[in-house]
């Protein structure tokens, strides 16, 4: 074997364990060299993912981008939601409970504890105030009883039908403060305890609709007219929500409606006082994201005409509010024609209520609105003959606590009285055509008496307005 000249040295264990040790480490910081360069380039791009995200946002915001096509069907799909579902809408609720209905806030009367008014020269059963006209209120709880018992007389003759009704309170409610009502400086009744009074005297199963919280909510707000009894468009929307959510529907939105205006609304009291004559009156009311028609009756026995839930052609001055309907009239029906639910409602109504009943057009496929003072049919067989399951009665106060109107609404029971087969046409007969609503309370002389002696609250708080002679164009006759 051939001697190795320059044999590699012997390394000691020492040695082996220094140089592995050595590797080990140098491995180790690679290791965590890459591992810190890693999180840092994660770390950088989350950074400008946010910063992107932040940026776009940003420019989103400043030049006012709108949301992407998706999210815009979304919303359209809301706005249109009510007239096209066949069931209880996305963000219905449950219906309030009786008991719940009658529980009354009290209203938060701005008072700067010293200001007073004073009567209207012109009537006496109007208060000049801050430069509004408000009709004084004095029923009793017997015309109270009364009214709730002619209520409850139509659910006992018509068990199958759900019966609701909304007793609207007026303008003075809302801004008279209390302090004068209290110190006897002003003469009126407190009309939360006369509207608890007639819900709590129901004989039979109605269902009380409370809007007295609603518009107490909102009474800084332009809920009513400085020149006229009636609440304006807005109060009667806040009306119709309250009617909404005690009921288990959904409230159209006004934000996806277009608002119209009449301004120069001289109402009934417009007159009364000096203070008031700068103080004239705008009508608001709204066009709806769904298609409407309408036909109306302009006088007992006619033929139905179409309409519209509109006069649009009404102009300023003392008849602007007839753009509700075109004003009264005996029988009026709305109709939405994009829903298809087939939900019907009628609705048994006074003047104050024209600015309420193109709301229900939202939850309702067709709304049929009845004036007692002028409709001499018979509202069950009507009910019957448009395969109508639900009826709204709603009147103001004053109406709510009068012995004639709730002689009026049991004439609309009677037995005796007509009706138009469906609401496309008059009685085959024409009969009652001239006829007056209050001759149908006949029917019930045999306890009229009692009626009687019912103290008649008088609720004609302002001089009439009657719009139920307009033309069919929806012109006014006056």
Request: aromatic letters at 12%; proline letters at 4%.
């Amino acid at each position: 074997m051939p001697y190795d000249q320059n044999p590699e040295p012997r390394r000691s264990s020492s040695d082996l364990r220094r140089n592995r040790a050595a590797a080990k480490a140098k491995k180790d910081r690679k290791r965590k060299l890459l591992i810190r360069r890693t999180i840092i380039v994660v770390v950088c791009a989350l950074i400008l993912f946010l910063a992107i995200f932040l940026f776009v946002q940003l420019i989103k915001l400043i030049f006012g981008i709108g949301k992407n096509n998706d999210a815009q069907k979304e919303d359209t799909q809301k706005i249109y939601s009510l007239a096209s579902e066949t069931t209880a809408p996305e963000g219905s609720t449950e219906p309030v409970s009786n008991s719940e209905a009658k529980n009354f806030v009290t209203p938060q009367i701005p008072d700067d504890q010293n200001s007073t008014g004073h009567l209207s020269e012109y009537d006496s059963s109007v208060y000049i105030y801050n430069n509004m006209a408000l009709p004084l209120f004095n029923g009793t709880d017997a015309s109270a009883g009364d009214y709730a018992k002619a209520v409850s007389e139509f659910k006992k003759s018509a068990p199958e039908y759900t019966v609701y009704n909304m007793v609207v309170p007026n303008h003075t409610e809302f801004a008279l403060p209390r302090r004068l009502i209290d110190d006897n400086t002003v003469s009126t009744v407190v009309q939360a305890n006369n509207i608890k009074k007639i819900y709590e005297s129901y004989t039979e199963d109605v269902k009380p609709i409370n809007c007295y919280n609603s518009l107490a909510e909102h009474l800084s707000e332009y809920i009513y007219f400085n020149t006229d009894s009636k609440w304006t468009g807005q109060g009667a929307y806040y009306a119709y929500q309250a009617f909404c959510a005690q009921t288990g529907q959904q409230a159209l939105d006004l934000s996806t409606c277009t608002e119209k205006s009449i301004s120069g609304f001289e109402g009934a009291y417009a007159g009364y006082d000096e203070s008031l004559s700068s103080k004239l009156d705008t009508v608001n009311y709204w066009l709806f994201p769904y298609s409407t028609h309408a036909t109306r009756m302009a006088q007992m026995g006619d033929e139905m005409q179409e309409s519209s839930l509109y006069y649009e052609s009404e102009s300023s001055g003392s008849l602007a509010f007839g753009v509700f309907l075109s004003g009264d009239s005996p029988l009026f029906v709305a109709y939405n024609d994009t829903m298809t639910n087939g939900k019907k409602i009628a609705v048994v109504k006074d003047t104050n209520a024209n600015a309420f009943v193109p709301f229900l057009t939202n939850n309702y496929k067709e709304v049929h609105v009845i004036d007692p003072s002028q409709w001499t049919g018979n509202l069950k067989s009507y009910m019957q003959d448009n395969g109508i399951d639900e009826v709204l009665f709603i009147n103001t106060v004053e109406n709510a606590n009068s012995a004639d109107y709730a002689r009026t609404l049991r004439g609309i029971y009677s037995s005796s009285a007509t009706t138009p087969t469906t609401a496309d046409g008059a009685n085959a007969d024409g009969a009652n055509a001239d006829g007056a609503a209050g001759d149908n309370a006949d029917a019930y002389s045999d306890d009229g008496a009692d009626y009687e002696e019912t103290p008649d609250y008088d609720y004609e708080e302002t001089p009439e307005e009657d719009y139920g002679d307009q033309e069919e164009n929806g012109e006014n006759a006056e």
